[in-house]
């Protein structure tokens, strides 16, 4: 019960932050239009150019890279993997919560995947704080934008610097709404770049939010299938099932 209150309380302070967002974003970005009103066509330009990027590498991850791993490593059949999942899959990108999608996601695995509820509940609980290959994904391309935007030209060591931060913030993200700008704080000072640079992407992150949610989702599911076919389960999404 104390645990649970004292989480209550982090939740409702979190939310009152959250609510002040808008008004945060209007001033940021005010600045950074206002410094650049000459260019307003090229920013706008180079914003469309950042989050195509981040919606093709989200989709080269969900539809080829996991895909691969579904069939060559856990040997399922593809298309029943993503049709058992297709509940959580529309809620993660609705909500933009993994955490919120997580009692889907678990239901999903256990009675459409046919994973047993020992591996659902020790590895969904799990990959939903530690496994965001979407967030790690999207941090490491929102940093390089903001650097471009910035005109600093980053080294090779800077960019694997980049690489690696955001794989290890993307791990303590909270699994809420838009916690991956708040561990961009993180990538941001590992190499020096301009903390203010998080108010060009704030106008779009709720779009592209709920698609790194979504492919989050989907990566926790193949882990758990992976580890269910690892550990000699059968599953019901088995290439050999009828």
Known sequence: N???AVLEVMMKMTMFVIQFTPLG???IVSE???????NLVSLAGSLG???ATVLLALAVHSLITLPLI?????????RKHFKAMQTTLLTAFSTASSGAALPLTIQCVEQNAGVSKKISNFVLPLGATVNMDGTALYECVAAIFIAQAYGIELTYTQEIIIV??????????????????VMMAIVLNAVGLPLEGVGLILAVDRILDMFRTMVNTLSDTVGAVVVARLEGEELL???DKK
């Open 32 to 38: 950074v239009i206002a410094a650049n009103k000459e």
């Open 25 to 27: 974003i209007i001033g």
């Open 2 to 4: 104390f645990f649970n």
């Open 49 to 51: 150019a950042y989050m």
């Open 237 to 239: 999404i088995s290439r």
């Open 70 to 78: 579904l069939r060559y490593i856990a040997k399922v059949d593809l």
């Open 164 to 181: 690696f931060t955001s794989l290890l913030a993307s791990i303590g993200a909270a699994a809420i709404p838009m916690a991956g700008l």
